[in-house]
């Protein structure tokens, strides 16, 4: 059984900051790509930023300069640090994982169960 956990959403002022994190556990093998992903009402999912085992990097141009992805592969933890942060950002932040599970040694996406992010005007 594999489990991504969220936590670090919240309410917060236009222009303020947050952080959240995603803490996979469970029989894990390997994490690929980890990754935030947000959906707000009425829109796809989109993705926000995601982050290889070895560091690099892929963000959206709307949280470029804003956002930073950050990973501890030795905790199995993905962040996003958001700064100046604006109405538009409002959404259910995902996190999202590409691993493979001991057991059966198959790649799956796995997902959180999302955390709310408000951003007051």
């Known amino acids: 059984q594999v489990q991504l956990v969220e936590s670090g959403g919240g309410l917060v002022q236009d222009g303020g900051s947050l952080r959240l994190s995603c803490a996979a556990s469970g029989s894990i093998f390997s994490i690929n790509r980890m990754g935030w992903y947000r959906q707000a009402p009425g829109k796809q999912r989109e993705l926000v930023a995601d982050?290889?085992?070895?560091?690099?990097?892929n963000y959206a141009d709307s949280v470029k300069g804003r956002f930073t992805i950050i990973r501890d592969n030795a905790k199995n933890t993905v962040y996003l640090e958001m700064s100046s942060l604006k109405p538009e950002d409002t959404a259910v932040y995902y996190c999202g994982a590409d691993l493979v599970v001991s057991d059966i040694r198959i790649q799956y996406r796995y997902w959180g169960q999302g955390t709310q992010v408000t951003v007051s005007s």
């Open positions: 982050i290889t085992s070895g560091g690099s990097t």
